[in-house]
């Protein structure tokens, strides 16, 4: 999709930032926010301290409403549009580089970070509250060595493709990430997959186990004391076309049938080749339609001073 098919397909002419396509697969747009769009929105953070951002909810909205007024109200609903569409339903934001000014440390500069995911999080809809880390964000930081009780921080082995929320009792209809800093890396690629282009899709959505109750839950370091029970394929959407929650981690199959097809799924999932790595600069995040697109995390170069600051957003849409 170029710009003008997008402009044409949305009829939104964007300012202050620019849409193209990701280049191994169309379906990814990249937003591009202008230097001159970073630097207005880095000086009207001043008057929005990341202390008070978290302990007043309404604020995330005014910083969300100050963004997309310096775009003049498009960027929100050119990312709306993009989630919304089926055949997009993902896009890469990141800005010009050297745009800003007043961030000379790397807290300053996480702090604003944590400012534009959260304006960008609330232009589409609303976090839910992330029980792993206690705020309506988690920041969590992967290093050469871990002993958490989940993929999440362990560096040397690929997290396999999964949806988010398939242990908790909100709806998750999008995810954020962002890359906040990171030093001594290699590797650790973003992985994505959208489920139109799963070549097994119908094997497994037509499969008697396919709309069955499924039991999910969760290691201690989620925070997350109760079980959850749906199925993988949980609804469809206004065309018909199935939505997915899935992950291999948090799966509690109860049988042999339960296993074995989950089992099936995973190795189908690590085997499609219509996958594709996704490289993120600094500040830059991926949000995509969490029941549409599986996402995952390719393995790092081992490093013994390797260091990933990442931050999440987790939450539902809002009209």
Request: net charge negative; hydrophobic share 35%; aromatic share 10%.
């Amino acid at each position: 999709m170029t710009l003008s098919t997008f402009k044409q397909e949305n009829d939104i002419e964007p300012i202050g930032f620019t849409v193209s396509t990701f280049p191994s697969n169309q379906r990814l747009q990249v937003v591009t926010l202008s230097s001159e769009t970073m630097a207005a929105f880095e000086q009207t953070s001043i008057h929005f301290p990341l202390q008070s951002v978290e302990y007043k909810p309404f604020l995330r909205f005014a910083i969300a409403e100050a963004l997309d007024k310096i775009c003049h109200y498009t960027l929100g609903k050119v990312l709306s549009a993009t989630l919304n569409n089926r055949n997009t339903s993902a896009f890469l934001l990141q800005y010009e580089q050297n745009s800003l000014v007043n961030t000379e440390t790397e807290e300053a500069l996480g702090n604003l970070h944590v400012l534009l995911s959260t304006a960008i999080s609330h232009l589409i809809g609303i976090p839910n509250f992330d029980s792993m880390y206690g705020k309506y964000y988690a920041r969590f930081t992967v290093r050469n060595v871990d002993n958490s009780d989940s993929y999440l921080r362990q560096a040397h082995r690929r997290m396999e493709l999964h949806n988010d929320g398939t242990y908790v009792n909100e709806h998750t209809d999008f995810v954020l990430m962002m890359k906040m800093a990171e030093e001594n890396m290699e590797g650790g690629d973003s992985l994505l997959l959208h489920m139109d282009d799963w070549q097994d899709l119908d094997k497994f959505y037509h499969h008697p186990m396919a709309k069955q109750n499924i039991q999910w839950g969760a290691p201690p370091s989620k925070n997350i004391d109760y079980k959850m029970h749906h199925p993988v394929f949980f609804e469809e959407d206004s065309n018909g076309k199935p939505h997915m929650l899935f992950i291999d981690q948090f799966a509690e199959p109860q049988n042999r049938a339960e296993g074995l097809y989950l089992y099936a799924m995973s190795e189908s999932l690590e085997s499609e080749n219509n996958c594709f790595n996704v490289s993120l600069p600094v500040g830059s995040m991926l949000v995509v339609q969490n029941h549409v697109w599986m996402h995952g995390r390719d393995k790092f170069v081992a490093h013994e001073g390797l260091r990933r600051e990442l931050l999440r957003q987790r939450g539902h849409f809002t009209k």
